[in-house]
């Protein structure tokens, strides 16, 4: 991927050097010691240097196959990966508010996908047909809203609808400058295009914005003047929510049973991140907007778009989630399945409480790595 110097963006993305990421070598291996399974940029700006606040800021990993070589990518560059290789962008949760949860969430599932494409391409006995081929992973920080237990003075932490979604779309925007997301001119151009594929993912509210991205919400955002691009970025292949929030307003008024108790808490986050009017929580969920915005947000209206091929939602679910309950799931499942034939849309359970999947990483490393597999 290019670099280029006296780019706001690529200065912005040069300001951050790679850290390899390593992991301890498999006890079934006689040596001991580490492995270096990517490398990692911890905290980029994702606007203009000087202009971020503290949570405007994105993490990247590459498998270590990027490079070529054992040494660390040069701090300029961004290295792509092979033709028809898929990034995974992952949204953290945390109810628009919470500071103690952040990027770093996607942790532990990041390592364990780096480590799962290290082995397969060390695994020779895979046809490269069958080879999943990942180019890497990003992790978005964005603006909250300001927590009850911790306050704090930090405009980064002062936020309100609509700063959580438009720091979101800063984001990506900011990653299509750098190459990570195609843009939509490339579409159908098997010739130059270089057919990258993405993947948005989100954890709770984390799945709540992935699919605010592809919602016309009212009112309009404008896009920081520094980061726009004569065309814009594709939309993804697929969208993976992990216990998701899709229907605030439906819990709200009417909690299923054992999750009645969470009504207030749900009312104070839904208030802080989005305000008193309850038509704005309507128009702000997934499930609960109007209908036809996979139509006309994300597939598109042309027929070339239809052509190209359905687009994938994964839903997961832990029926032992103790905060978001199954029925969000079906609530999000029935508003896609009216969209038609549009979108394929699949389901899959988690096990634990609500914050296990991402803690533990393993089970979401899994499903990613399935969704990457399909596309
Ligand atoms: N730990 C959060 C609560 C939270 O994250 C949450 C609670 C109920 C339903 C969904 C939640 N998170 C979604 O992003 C808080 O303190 O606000």
Redesign the pocket.
Known sequence: MPSAAADPVWDAWASVPWTPVDVPKTSSSASSGTVTVGWHKAGVPYLPLGEALSLQTLDLWIPSSATGTGAAPDINSLPSGPHGSVWIIYIH??????P??TFASFTPAATNLLFRALSSSNDNSSSPSHNPKLAGLVSLNYRLSP?P?HPSPDPARNAKHPDHISDILTALSFLSRLGVIPRRSNINNNNTGNNTKWILAG????ATLSFQTLMPLPPLLPTPPLLLSSSSPQPPSAVVGFNG?YDLAGFIADPPQGYAH?RD??RE?TVGAFGEDESVWRAVCPASCEAGWVRRGWVGEGKEEEKAGKVVVMLVQSREDQ??PWQQLERMRECLEREGRLVEVRVREARGE?DEIWREGGRMAEVLWEVVEGL
Do not use: E, K
């Not at 949760?93 to 919470?98: E, K, N, P, T, V």
């Not at 954890?203 to 984390?206: D, K, L, R």
């Open positions: 949760g945390g109810a628009w508010r919470d103690r949860i927590h237990s954890h709770s509210c984390g929030l969470l808490g749900y986050f905060l978001v609500h």
